[in-house]
């Protein structure tokens, strides 16, 4: 039976590639690596050295990265890219010494933006989401998951869910969705917080399904929020549409909201700073990653530390994401969040770029597709103007990126 000769379209030569792949190296790195892409996909990775002939004899274009860095594409696992105004004024309020939660509960905090979020155009949404969209990807990121959660009603959810799906097919870069209606009681339903969740859960959510606007559901687990059995209401009927789980968990105190995540099976659990040592096996046992946000850990200077011993000693997966927000962590660079985790959590520089690819790939249930550089993924990858990966780390500041690859073009 003749086969169809295997072809590639593009190969990039003479690179440090970290892969990331679990292969027992540091970084999984191929010194002196090339990869070769064809149709979006990764199709042949190796030394330069063994290069086969079918690949360089068909690849179109050739890259020498001259023993430069490439990586895979950056994923921000966690981010609420989309919002409408800001909360500049707050932030003087809390350098005048009012706390995040004193200003939450004075009606200021997350309802502020649901006010100016509502009252957005999709437009208006449209184009501050996409300034802050593009100030990530310039560092790389080829990934990023975007959430609802400032509509706190039915429409406005939907116009923020629209609005991260358009940002998605209009940018070069793939974006997750997630439902997040569970984040804040909105003022209409002040003080009837369980009403709000029955509206969630018989209106707002299966329509969200049904229209396929959200490819994950999140929910805000914490004493200023939902309790573990509102938690547990969303959550049984997401399940029921068949969308995965993720929990803003132990932000602020020990709610057990992990916890009940991954006995439900969440993807995830994020934040942790005031996650009991006790309960990471359980993560572990139910295949939930730890995502954690050193940008709000920074901005609302909290000095509670997550167990990080813990969850690294039970081999849970550790992704790191920017927490892009106007109230706690107004970040749009993804790898100051590397350095951040490693002075504020001391992770190692591996662990931290394996927390913005690898594992940030499992928070997302992407991590078959994307997340390393292996033949049959695709073909996101970030070559880079140096040549350790601990650099990512290291710099504060710098922007290193030199060229993006995003499914298999370059951006
Ligand atoms: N935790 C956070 O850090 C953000 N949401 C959440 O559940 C903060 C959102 C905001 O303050 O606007
Ligand atoms: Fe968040």
Same mark, same amino acid.
């Given at each position: 039976?003749?086969?169809?000769?295997?072809?590639?379209?593009?190969?990039?030569?003479?690179?440090?590639?970290?892969?990331?792949?679990?292969?027992?190296?540091?970084? =999984?790195? %191929?010194?002196?690596?090339? %990869?070769?892409?064809?149709?979006?996909?990764?199709?042949?990775?190796?030394?330069?050295?063994?290069?086969?002939?079918? #690949?360089?004899?068909?690849?179109?274009?050739?890259?020498?990265?001259?023993?430069?860095?490439?990586?895979?594409?950056?994923?921000?696992?966690?981010?609420?890219? %989309?919002?409408?105004?800001?909360?500049?004024?707050?932030?003087?309020?809390?350098?005048?010494?009012?706390?995040?939660?004193?200003? @939450?509960?004075?009606?200021? =905090?997350?309802?502020?933006? #649901?006010?100016?979020?509502?009252?957005?155009?999709?437009?208006?949404?449209?184009?501050?989401?996409?300034?802050?969209?593009?100030?990530?990807?310039?560092?790389?990121?080829?990934?990023?998951?975007?959430?609802?959660?400032?509509?706190?009603?039915?429409?406005?959810?939907?116009?923020?869910?629209?609005?991260?799906?358009?940002?998605?097919?209009?940018?070069?870069?793939?974006?997750?969705? &997630?439902?997040?209606?569970?984040?804040?009681?909105?003022?209409?339903?002040?003080?009837?917080?369980?009403?709000?969740?029955?509206?969630?859960?018989?209106?707002?959510?299966?329509?969200?399904?049904?229209? =396929?606007?959200?490819?994950?559901?999140?929910?805000?687990?914490?004493?200023?929020?939902?309790?573990?059995?509102? %938690?547990?209401?969303?959550?049984?009927?997401?399940?029921?549409?068949?969308?995965?789980?993720?929990?803003?968990?132990?932000?602020?105190?020990?709610?057990? =909201? @992990?916890?009940?995540?991954?006995?439900?099976?969440?993807?995830?659990?994020?934040?942790?700073?005031?996650?009991?040592?006790?309960?990471?096996?359980?993560?572990?046992?139910?295949?939930? @990653?730890?995502?954690?946000?050193?940008?709000?850990?920074?901005?609302?200077?909290? &000095?509670?530390?997550?167990?990080?011993?813990?969850?690294?000693?039970?081999?849970?997966?550790?992704?790191? @994401?920017?927490?892009?927000?106007?109230?706690?962590?107004? #970040?749009?660079?993804?790898?100051?969040?590397?350095?951040?985790?490693?002075?504020?959590?001391?992770?190692?520089?591996?662990?931290?770029?394996?927390?913005?690819?690898?594992?940030?790939?499992?928070?997302?249930?992407?991590?078959?597709?994307?997340?390393?550089?292996? #033949?049959?993924?695709?073909?996101?990858?970030?070559?880079?103007?140096?040549?350790?990966?601990?650099?990512?780390?290291?710099?504060?500041?710098?922007?290193?990126?030199?060229?993006?690859?995003?499914?298999?073009?370059?951006?």
């Amino acid at each position: 039976m003749p086969t169809t000769p295997a072809s590639c379209e593009t190969l990039w030569t003479h690179a440090q590639l970290a892969t990331m792949r679990e292969d027992g190296n540091a970084y =999984g790195m %191929v010194n002196d690596g090339a %990869v070769a892409i064809n149709d979006g996909e990764i199709c042949w990775l190796g030394p330069s050295a063994d290069v086969p002939d079918w #690949v360089s004899e068909s690849a179109r274009e050739i890259v020498d990265c001259r023993g430069q860095l490439v990586t895979p594409g950056l994923i921000d696992c966690h981010t609420h890219l %989309v919002y409408g105004g800001d909360r500049v004024n707050e932030f003087e309020q809390r350098l005048k010494g009012a706390s995040y939660e004193e200003i @939450a509960r004075a009606g200021g =905090g997350i309802k502020a933006t #649901v006010n100016a979020t509502r009252e957005g155009t999709a437009e208006s949404l449209y184009a501050a989401a996409r300034s802050r969209l593009h100030s990530l990807m310039e560092e790389g990121v080829t990934t990023i998951e975007i959430k609802s959660g400032y509509g706190l009603n039915t429409d406005t959810e939907i116009k923020m869910l629209e609005v991260a799906r358009e940002l998605g097919d209009k940018n070069p870069v793939d974006i997750v969705t &997630t439902f997040l209606g569970a984040h804040a009681t909105p003022p209409e339903y002040a003080g009837r917080e369980d009403e709000y969740i029955d509206y969630l859960c018989d209106e707002t959510l299966p329509l969200i399904a049904s229209l =396929g606007l959200a490819d994950q559901v999140d929910a805000f687990c914490e004493r200023i929020a939902f309790s573990t059995q509102q %938690v547990t209401k969303i959550f049984s009927v997401a399940q029921r549409l068949g969308l995965p789980l993720k929990l803003h968990a132990e932000q602020l105190s020990d709610s057990k =909201g @992990a916890l009940r995540a991954a006995n439900m099976g969440a993807l995830s659990v994020d934040h942790l700073e005031y996650l009991a040592p006790e309960d990471v096996p359980v993560l572990k046992a139910h295949g939930t @990653a730890a995502v954690l946000l050193p940008g709000a850990f920074y901005f609302l200077r909290e &000095t509670k530390l997550p167990p990080i011993d813990a969850l690294r000693e039970a081999g849970v997966p550790m992704a790191i @994401a920017s927490d892009s927000n106007p109230g706690s962590s107004p #970040v749009g660079s993804l790898l100051l969040m590397l350095s951040m985790a490693s002075r504020y959590f001391q992770l190692t520089p591996e662990e931290c770029l394996a927390g913005v690819t690898l594992n940030a790939a499992k928070a997302l249930g992407l991590d078959t597709q994307a997340g390393s550089l292996e #033949v049959g993924k695709l073909a996101n990858l970030v070559l880079w103007n140096i040549t350790n990966p601990a650099e990512l780390s290291y710099g504060i500041g710098y922007n290193p990126c030199r060229k993006v690859m995003y499914r298999g073009s370059v951006r």
